[in-house]
T-cell receptor
Framework: DTGVSQNPRHKITKRGQNVTFRCDPI?????LYWYRQTLGQGPEFLTY????????KSRLLSDRFSAERPKGSFSTLEIQRTEQGDSAMYLC????????????FGSGTRLTVV | GDSVTQMEGPVTLSEEAFLTINCTYT??????LFWYVQYPGEGLQLLLK?????DKGSNKGFEATYRKETTSFHLEKGSVQVSDSAVYFC???????????FGRGTSLIVHP
């Protein structure tokens, strides 16, 4: 297993376009998280899944954001009608059931909206 | 709600100096505590953890002790190296929650 994989690493898009990011977690991890990180800040929670079920969403996650995890494996995060304020690093993490052993993060997708 | 407060950075040190990065927290119950490290252009990596009061987490020469009485989890290293230059994040996971809360991060710069 090579850890948590995120694609693409970088995405530049024009304001108003839609973008989709993919996350492949560690195969035996049933929990998957999406976080957003802006410069100089810690990761901010967006949403998480247990298997294929999306169990919680942050109030940060506007209606333009949607996440899926079909079949409980990989996950996608889509942002519709991107805005300049969406520019950030989007991090995916996965964990075993309890999370007490820590979370494994991917390298992130850096989104720049121009 | 849960929160983590870290000392402001950047922390600038010479190689072989002693490092302390302060972290205090507010949480309900008895949280698990973590330190993560982020190197430029990479995701966060778990550095160490502690799950109950007085536990000491350690890894790669870094240590942190879970102090319930002061609600702190300060990160220390006796002799830093240039390769330790990174951003360090303190985080907590409250009992009964599955969503970790992160601090803002503290940048460490180590000069030769």
């Amino acid at each position: 297993d090579t850890g948590v994989s995120q694609n693409p690493r970088h995405k530049i898009t024009k304001r108003g376009q839609n973008v989709t990011f993919r996350c492949d977690p560690i195969s035996e991890h049933n929990r998957l998280y999406w976080y957003r990180q802006t410069l100089g800040q810690g990761p901010e929670f967006l949403t998480y899944f247990q298997n294929e079920a999306q169990l919680e969403k942050s109030r940060l996650l506007s209606d333009r954001f949607s996440a899926e995890r079909p079949k409980g494996s990989f996950s996608t995060l889509e942002i519709q009608r991107t805005e300049q304020g969406d520019s950030a690093m989007y991090l995916c993490a996965s964990s075993l059931q309890s999370g007490a052993d820590g979370y494994t993060f991917g390298s992130g997708t850096r989104l720049t909206v121009v | 709600g849960d929160s983590v407060t870290q000392m402001e950075g950047p922390v600038t040190l010479s190689e072989e100096a002693f490092l302390t990065i302060n972290c205090t927290y507010t949480a309900t119950g008895y949280p698990s505590l973590f330190w993560y490290v982020q190197y430029p252009g990479e995701g966060l990596q778990l550095l160490l953890k502690a799950t109950k009061a007085d536990d000491k987490g350690s890894n790669k020469g870094f240590e942190a002790t879970y102090r319930k009485e002061t609600t702190s989890f300060h990160l220390e290293k006796g002799s830093v190296q240039v390769s330790d230059s990174a951003v360090y994040f303190c985080a907590l996971l409250s009992g009964g929650s599955y969503i970790p809360t992160f601090g803002r991060g503290t940048s460490l710069i180590v000069h030769p």
